[in-house]
Structures are given as C-alpha cells and as structure tokens.
C-alpha cells in the first residue's frame, strides 16, 4: 500500500503502515479512568449524558494537543533516522497508545448513558473502537499483549527467505517474485519465506487472540473481530453481509481473469507446473503472497501484440520533469478542480527527494501535522510514471484532510477507513491519456489505439481485479479466529481453504499444521485491519465513476477525464469536508447521489476488457472447484 494517512496514527486507528498494536509498558494502571469532569457526580453511579458530554469535550482537547507534537516527533524520526529521533517516536507512541486505551475504556462506562446526543455517541464509539488490539484491564495482560504484538511485528521485520540457497530479505524476496520465471526458485523463494516467518508465529499468534478477545469483551464487544466491524456505522453482521454482495458483484471479473491468467501460466510452464484447470499456484502469480499479478503482464499477455501506445516515464523525461514538478503537476489537478492551492509551508516543509546525506523512510506518506494545514508528503520521488501516479494518490490524502480541517478532532478522518485510500486511487485512475494531452505531456496523435487501449486495462485488471478476493479474505479469515470459528489447531487448514475458495490458489508445497502461512504476510503479525483496502477498491471506482458523469463525460469510462472540472471539485468537496461527522452513506450521498457502495462502476470501467477476455477463454473450464 503505498501511503498512510499518518494524521495521528498514534492516537486513532488511521495507520495504515505502522502496526496499530499496543505499546502500551504498563496499561494497567492508565486503564482505571479518572473522576469525571464534574465533581458533583458520583462516579461508581450511572454515567449521565453531561458527563459524557464533558468527557469528549476533554478527551478532544486532550487528544489534539498531544496530536501535533506527536506528528511532529513521527515527521522527524521518518526523515531523518537516527537512535535519538528513533526514541522519540516510541516515547510519543506510547505515550498516545496509553492515551487511547484509558480514553477507550472511559467511553465505554458512557455508551449507555441516557439521553446522549447523536454526536456524543458518535465520538463515544470512534473512542471505543479506535484500537485494533484492546488491551484488557487485568493485572499483566497488558503488559503480555504488547510484548507479544510487539514481538511478533519484529518477527516479520527479520524476516529472510532463501533463493538457491542464498538469504533475502523481506523486500528482496518481495521483488524477486515480480522477476523471477524459474519455478524451482519460485517455489523456494515461497516457501522459505512462509516457513521461517510465518510458522514460528503461531503460539503467540493464538495468545494474542486470546487477550485481545478479552479486551474487547470489556469494551462491550463480543470478540475483536466483530469490534472491527463495528467501525462501519451498521451492527457487525450487517458489514460482513455488504462485504459478501459487493464480492458477488465482481466476482465474475475474477474468475475470467483467474481463467486467463492461468492459462497464460500453462502456456508457459506446462502441465507438470501449472495444469489447464483447476487452481492456481500461488508461487507463480508475481506476488509473495499471489495479491496483485501485474507483475506477469509478460508471461500471461498475447505475445508481441498490444503493448502500450507511450511511455510515461519517457514522457516525463523528454519534457525534463524534475520530482518537485512532478509533485506540482499532481498539485495542480487538484487546484484545476477549485480547491485552494496548498500552502507554502507545504513546499518549504515536505520532503519530496531522497536526501542524500541520512537515512530516511522512503516509503510515501501524506501528513497533516497541525491538523488545519501543515500539510506534507513524503517521498523519495524519482521522475517516472510509477511516482506520477503516486504523487496524485498522496496528494489525495492531503486535500481530504485539508477539506475536513473544521471538523471536531474525533472526525478529523475519513467517511470510513475505505475513503481515504480511495480518494488518492480515484485520482490516480485519473491520469489517463486524456489527462496527459491536456497538462502537454501527450501529443494528440500518441492517444492508444484500441488494442493497446486494452493492454493499459488488461495491466490495471491484474493488480485490481485480482486483488479483490485476498482483500476480502484477510480479515475473514481473521474475524473466523477471534470469533472462535477457526480453532488453533486449523490455522493453516483454514487459510489455505480459504485461499482455494476465494482466489482459487494452491501452496506450491504441501503445508501441515506446524506451518502458519497468513503470519507471512505484514498485517496479520502488525494487526491491521485489512477490509479497507477492499473497499478501497471497489470505492475508488465509484467516486470515479461520479466525478466522470457530473463532468458530463460520454465515452469508455476508463478514458475520462474531470480535469479542471470546478462542479466535480465542488461536489467532492461536499463528501470530503465532512469528515467523519456522518455515517458514511450521507458522505458517498453528497458526492455520488448514493448511499449505497456499489462494484457496478468497476464492472463498467473494466466491461471492455470483459468481452475480449471472455473471448479470449472460450473452450476453457474455468471456475477452479
Ligand atoms: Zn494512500
């Protein structure tokens, strides 16, 4: 994922990068709430709704106070890495977890007070449900919780993997499955990496389920899972229930591309590697964990025909773009639409190049350090069409906080987890070859032809479309473990069912239950929820697909433009500026006219390509049961 919104990633459940788990030393004793505001009271009673209204109003101060400098230790240690900044930031960051689990505790004694106001119980259940690992209040689960969270985090961070028998790192390993074609090493690079990271996790994996369940059950939850549900503004099973149709919605544009993809990898590997039917092993797809197949492009495409009409990158160069351009350029598709240039501060303050004298996270991320308007990105942005299209995505960030910046500190985020990646997609989606004639990097006459049209979306198919059935399963698989329906002891069956059901993919190699293959992948050991990313998916189609019909556009959907659209700006300024104020239905309203998510404009976007690969697999068994 190529951003967090690192607002007050401490403080809220918004990061998406770091692990949200606790790191909380001693939470025991932070977690017996003090008196309340008023004195008057008696605080062993039933809580009243001035209390509670008294409480958010502390809870806010509180909250945004420590919010800037807490941002402002993160931005340091992030560029400029060093033992010192490296403990500031954990001493801020444990400061902010102690801080969110006293304050979620403390709401939870309101959330039944009579005659609480719509907005106090809104900002009473942002409270309870900003953890994503609650820690519980008896004496040393705690302090084990965050030992283990913590523990299991720098696991992953030492990951190695092996390709012919020589040692790789996480993120070597994580490339070399995008390049590689020899399924020998393919199949060792997987299986080590799944070996040696995931499979040690597993006792601690089951204890950290185990505390986090009875954390949740104290905050008035039944498990932990169905405390991430509840982030959704509907009862737990009403969310798994729309994840479920908006899944049904693009499932047959997963399996034509599973059916397309795999016979690319037959033509290419043979029976004794990859069969005509069936499954698809997983080790082939281009990806450590078979998410995201653009990386095959090569292998499953139809050879020497369709390749793309330009190149980005070479455009960039030949009109001698430098990085600070290429943040100016995605700057201005958001002025074009009517919001307000961004401050100076952002171009005296971001860091848009990689320095060259200290170390760095290079990994690119959008800041709002003051919260109204210290706006910042962070990247090591290199002229090529990969940051292009980062740079637009970031910058969505940024202006989404900037629109929300009146909002009371509890809604200073997204409608729903969903939205905030999705805007910065939505805008990425946007840099199309329209897009690219109108800021003069294309020329009239480069417009793709329709076959290389369709090469452009058959790339964009591989990594979105087949990534949707793994952004779904994550967190199934994980609400099944909090909820008690998966046991320890079928942590690998489970999974790997899983995988067979949704993404139709085997193991390379047989498992057994010593191994613990979802521990190999980031956020299972950090314990970051994953649905969003799902919904961002499918989200970021729809707020296209909104912007392109109030722009008037007549044409394949995925060519438009809404470039310089002042109306397109307006009405997503309406959705933006509320923050998270409003259950997310009113905000997709006031920019979609909907209040309900729907995949229908991905299926629109990608129906071109729909036909051809129909076309393309007649006479082939698709399907993998
Ligand atoms: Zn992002």
Same mark, same amino acid.
């Given at each position: ?269 043979? @029976?004794? $590697?990859? =069969? ?5 092993? !997983?080790?082939? *797809?281009?990806? &450590?964990?078979?998410? #995201?197949?653009?990386?095959?492009? @090569?292998? $499953?495409? =139809? ?5 793309? !009409?330009?190149? *980005?990158?070479? &455009?960039?160069?030949? #009109? ?21 240039? &961004? ?283």
């Amino acid at each position: 994922m190529k951003s967090s919104v690192s607002l007050f990633a401490i403080a809220l459940s918004a990061c998406l990068v770091a692990g949200c788990a606790t790191r909380s030393g001693d939470a025991v004793a932070e977690a017996s709430p003090p008196p309340p505001a008023d004195a008057s009271a008696e605080p062993a009673g039933e809580p009243t709704a001035a209390e509670a209204d008294a409480f958010i109003a502390r809870a806010e101060r509180e909250l945004a106070e420590f919010s800037v400098i807490s941002s402002r230790a993160q931005w340091v240690n992030a560029t400029y890495i060093t033992p010192d900044t490296d403990a500031l930031a954990a001493h801020f960051g444990t400061i902010g977890t102690e801080m969110q689990v006293r304050l979620a505790n403390e709401a939870a004694r309101f959330q039944n007070a009579p005659g609480l106001s719509a907005d106090t119980r809104r900002k009473l259940d942002i409270l309870r449900a900003s953890l994503t690992l609650p820690a519980p209040t008896t004496p040393g689960a705690a302090a084990e919780l965050n030992r283990i969270a913590t523990d299991l985090q720098s696991q992953y961070g030492r990951g190695r993997g092996t390709m012919n028998g020589e040692t790789l790192t996480g993120n070597e390993i994580e490339a070399r499955m995008g390049t590689v074609r020899n399924p020998a090493q393919l199949q060792e690079m997987w299986t080590s990496w799944n070996d040696n990271v995931g499979a040690p996790m597993r006792p601690q994996y089951a204890r950290l389920v185990e505390i986090a369940n009875e954390g949740a059950r104290g905050l008035g939850y039944p498990d932990t899972g169905a405390m991430w549900r509840s982030n959704y503004d509907m009862s737990p099973e009403e969310f798994a229930a729309l994840t479920e149709r908006l899944w049904n919605e693009v499932k047959p544009l997963y399996e034509q591309i599973h059916c397309f993809a795999r016979a690319g990898l037959n033509r290419r590997y043979g @029976d004794a $590697v990859q =069969p005509a039917t069936g499954p698809i092993r !997983a080790d082939l *797809l281009g990806n &450590l964990w078979a998410q #995201e197949w653009g990386n095959i492009y @090569d292998v $499953v495409a =139809p050879p020497s025909r369709g390749r793309p !009409a330009y190149d *980005l990158t070479q &455009l960039l160069e030949r #009109e001698h773009y430098t990085p600070e351009r290429v943040i100016r350029t995605a700057a201005g598709f958001f002025t074009s639409l009517g919001f307000a240039p &961004l401050p100076q501060t952002f171009w005296e303050r971001s860091m848009i190049t990689q320095p060259r004298d200290r170390e760095v996270v290079c990994h690119a991320s959008a800041w709002d350090v003051d919260n109204v308007e210290d706006l910042r990105v962070k990247m090591c942005t290199r002229v090529n069409a990969d940051d292009f299209v980062t740079a637009h995505h970031e910058l969505g960030h940024n202006f989404y906080q900037r629109a929300y910046n009146r909002q009371p500190f509890l809604y200073l985020n997204s409608a729903n987890d969903g939205f905030h990646e999705a805007i910065g997609d939505t805008i990425a989606l946007s840099v199309t070859p329209e897009y690219l004639v109108q800021i003069g990097l294309l020329r009239q006459n480069q417009m793709p032809n329709e076959e290389q049209d369709r090469a452009l979306l058959l790339r964009q198919a591989l990594d979105k479309i087949a990534f949707l059935p793994f952004g779904l399963l994550v967190d199934r698989y994980r609400w099944g473990i909090f909820s008690g329906q998966i046991t320890p002891d079928r942590y690998q069956a489970a999974w790997d069912e899983m995988r067979l059901q949704y993404q139709g993919i085997v193991p390379p190699v047989a498992r057994t239950e010593r191994n613990f293959d979802a521990g190999a992948k980031y956020h299972v050991p950090a314990s970051v929820p994953y649905t969003r990313y799902f919904l961002a998916r499918i989200l970021q189609f729809q707020f296209y697909k909104a912007a392109c019909d109030i722009a008037g556009w007549r044409g394949p959907l995925h060519r438009c433009s809404f470039y310089g659209n002042r109306e397109v700006g307006r009405r997503l300024n309406e959705m933006l500026a509320m923050g998270a104020s409003r259950p997310w239905p009113e905000a997709l309203e006031a920019f979609t006219g909907s209040r309900e998510m729907s995949a229908e404009p991905m299926v629109e976007y990608f129906r071109p390509l729909l036909g051809w690969l129909q076309e393309q697999n007649r006479g082939r068994r698709c399907g993998w049961s």
